[in-house]
Every structure is written in C-alpha cells, then in structure tokens.
C-alpha cells in the first residue's frame, strides 16, 4: 500500500496524472490508505496474540453473537443478494471465551463467505454441542479453495491465486488471526473445501459453567 500511495501522490505532484483524473486517483490513495490500515491492525493483533496477552475470558451467547455479526454484514450482503442461514441447536449456547476475539473470528469467517459467494447464494452458519464443546460452522457455496492451497492458507500474507482478483483489498492477515485466536483459546479450526462447490470453516469453544454469570454486554 505504502508503494501505491507514494506513487500516486508522486504522480498527481509531477503533473503525470492531470488535474480532470486526480479525483479518481485521490479514490485510490485512500483505499490503499484503509488497506494500510487493516495491514497494520492486523499485525498489532497478530503481535499481541504472540505475545501471550491474555484473554479477557467471559461467558456469553455465541449464537447471539452470530446473529449480531450476520445483522453487521447486512449491506455488504445486498448488493450480491446473499442471505444467511442460521441454524441452531438450542435457542442459546453459553460459551466461556474471549468475546471481542471470537467476534472478530466470526467477523472475517463471515467476509471471507460473502467475499467470495456468487450472486444469489446463501451462507449456513450453524451451532451444535458435543462433549461440552460447541461446534460454530460457516459455510458458503462459492468459488472454494484449490487443493494445494488448503495447507497455506492459514499463512500470514498468503492469498490464492483464484483469491486475488475478488480480493484486492485484502491483507491476506484474516485467516492467520483466526487461526491464532482460536488456538490462544486452546481450540482448534478445521476446514473442507472443493474448488467450483464451496468451503466450510468449523471452529470449537468450550461450553461455559451454567453457574457463571454472563456478563452485562
């Protein structure tokens, strides 16, 4: 990003790009700007998770929690008519974790799905609990993830070939933090992918202590 602003400004400054297209380029110096951005967050949450911050553990309703991120993501969804299917096993699953992380897993799960959806399609999202564990689940039908990229996508800074035309703006961060999360939370994350059919992203967080109290968020 810092390249392409650089180049811009330098350009606009020179006189290379003249005065009637510099409203267009000034467009792109600050979307690369807002990349920057989102680079630079991304790394600080990479650096704190390595670090061994800890986490701010609380009790709440994951499901709650889907429905919100689902509400945030509601315009992003209208221009390619994409609709959410939520399924739930029991109206409310109290889990015990950090709430602004998982927030923000579910967060880039959920971009990645709309990101690359097809115009029209649905993205499932489901909970279910096994052995005091709750299974979250997101799944879309799109494009879907080569084979030998499956290994590498977890990679800070990878992106797929199929990935970069649909995803121009992005860090190729959003995978490695929720992998870090995830893990920082003593979990894990599992995905299946084919190529033209979709991915599902499947993620676990313990099941909270029905005596804790949830907290008032």
């Known amino acids: ?123 499932y999202i489901s909970t279910s609990v096994r052995q005091r564990k709750v299974f979250v689940s997101v799944r879309d039908t799109g494009c879907g993830i080569p084979k030998d990229s499956l290994k590498k996508i977890w990679d800070r800074f990878y992106k797929s070939d199929s990935s970069r035309g649909k995803d121009r703006r992005g860090t190729g961060l959003g995978l490695s933090i929720v992998k870090e999360i995830i893990q920082a939370h003593g979990e894990n994350i599992d995905v299946v992918s084919t190529e033209k059919v979709g991915s599902e992203f499947t993620f676990s967080l313990p099941l909270s202590d029905p005596t804790a109290q949830s907290p008032g968020a």
């Open 1 to 123: 990003p810092l390249t392409s602003i650089k180049g811009y400004l330098e350009a606009m400054l020179d006189g290379t790009i003249p005065e009637e297209l510099r409203e267009k380029y000034i467009g792109r110096v600050i979307s690369e700007t807002e990349r920057l951005n989102k680079l630079t967050e991304g790394m600080l949450t990479l650096n704190s998770l390595e670090s061994g911050s800890s986490l701010k553990r609380s009790s709440f309703d994951i499901n709650r929690t889907i429905k919100d991120v689902c509400a945030a993501n509601e315009n992003a969804c209208l221009s390619k008519n994409i609709n959410f299917q939520l399924t739930f096993e029991d109206e409310s699953e109290m889990v015990y974790a950090d709430y602004g992380k998982i927030q923000q897993v579910l967060y880039n799960l959920i971009d990645n799905a709309i990101k690359f959806s097809s115009s029209d399609s649905t993205i």
